[in-house]
């Protein structure tokens, strides 16, 4: 009932920018967490930044001061600003949305994941 699409990814040159979004719909009571994770092949999946319900942030080492992850309640929807982007940052960028969710007046916690955007950085 609840899904996640995702768009902004695509090839961009050594030090260009991108901006990622991904917005939820459906039966949403309330967001809990929003974040982006990205896998590079032959990689584990990682944690690129987090943003809570309360707007507290973390982010990766190696994205700080690059990367900024921003939201829009109206929208139900994070945004993930990718500035100076390096060819280490090629991966594919999955956003993740923990999410409450209200069935028969019993809340329910759920993890939602998009489809992946695809981002290359290559001169």
């Known amino acids: 009932q609840v899904q996640l699409v995702e768009s902004g990814g695509g090839l961009v040159q050594p030090g260009g920018s991108l901006r990622l979004s991904c917005a939820a719909s459906?039966?949403?009571?309330?967001?809990?967490?929003m974040g982006w994770y990205r896998q590079a092949p032959g990689k584990q999946r990682e944690l690129v930044a987090r943003?809570?319900?309360?707007?507290?942030?973390n982010y990766a080492d190696s994205v700080k001061g690059r990367f900024t992850i921003s939201r829009d309640g109206a929208k139900n929807t994070v945004y993930l600003q990718m500035n100076s982007l390096k060819p280490e940052d090629t991966a594919v960028y999955y956003c993740?949305?923990?999410?409450?969710?209200?069935?028969?007046?019993?809340?329910?916690?759920?993890?939602?994941w998009g489809q992946g955007t695809q981002v290359t950085v290559s001169s």
């Open positions: 993740k949305m923990s999410l409450r969710r209200v069935e028969r007046l019993v809340p329910y916690d759920y993890d939602y």
């Open positions: 459906g039966s949403i009571f309330s967001i809990n967490a």
């Open positions: 943003i809570t319900s309360g707007g507290a942030t």
